[in-house]
């Protein structure tokens, strides 16, 4: 089974601190992925990374980096966390393979709340 | 990607098959269906996809019409446990493109 681990299910925060969401995946995927859920908003893209140290942005990347060293790992780094970042961020990889589609597998979520 | 439609909840007795319609009337030739759920407070999670043949895997059987404009996903015999959104996402298989999931159905398995 393809298992992607996110480091935290929660996580408080203050106004202005630097904050590491990690995710790691243990199948070998090329690629990885950065979403945030909110209510009424479902889930939008902030960054994806192809490869080691390649990264893409996603639809709002803006307020967020990424760090992507090894295959297996992608970071997602608040630089300056505010109070509208708080939210559900999920992390997904995927294997694609155009003869079978390509399927992404989520981790569980980590739920931050910045104060 | 094509749009999809779902009907935005569903009541569903334990036991009994749970039928979850999707419209995707403007579907093209190379856009899959995929199908995950979410379970509250949860990551989603993939349940199924297909092409252009019903599929059927441990979880779940999708049903795609012949004209592909709409499928069915089934899940043949609900538990309290399927309690979930169901998210129904057509797109084309590129490399590593993000899915958007729409507000999908929100089904309720009742005892």
């Known amino acids: 089974d393809v298992k992607v681990t996110q480091s935290s299910r929660y996580l408080v925060k203050r106004t202005g601190e630097k904050v590491f969401l990690e995710c790691v995946q243990d199948?070998?995927?090329?690629?990885m992925f950065w979403y945030r859920q909110d209510p009424g908003l479902g889930l939008r893209l902030i960054y994806f990374?192809?490869?080691?140290?390649?990264?893409e942005k996603g639809d709002i990347p803006e307020g967020y980096s990424v760090s992507r060293e090894k295959k297996e790992r992608f970071s997602l780094i608040l630089e300056s966390a505010s109070t509208n970042q708080t939210s559900m961020y999920l992390c997904a990889s995927s294997l694609s393979d155009t003869l079978r589609g390509d399927i992404q597998y989520f981790g569980a979520g980590t739920r931050l709340s910045v104060l | 990607d094509a749009k999809t439609t779902q009907p935005p909840s569903m009541d569903c007795a334990e036991g009994r098959a749970a039928n979850l319609p999707c419209n995707h009337s403007t579907i093209s030739g190379n856009e899959y269906v995929y199908w995950y759920r979410q379970i509250h407070s949860q990551g989603p999670q993939y349940i199924i996809h297909?092409?252009?043949n019903n599929e059927t895997n441990e979880m779940a059987s999708l049903i795609i019409t012949e004209d592909r404009k709409s499928s069915t996903l089934i899940l043949p015999h609900a538990t309290l446990r399927d309690t979930a959104v169901y998210y129904c996402?057509?797109?084309?298989?590129?490399?590593?493109?993000?899915?958007?999931f729409g507000t999908g159905t929100s089904l309720t398995v009742i005892p």
């Open positions: 199948m070998d995927h090329e690629n």
């Open positions: 990374s192809y490869d080691v140290k390649m990264k």
């Open positions: 996402i057509v797109r084309v298989t590129l490399n590593g493109n993000q899915f958007y």
């Open positions: 297909g092409l252009k």
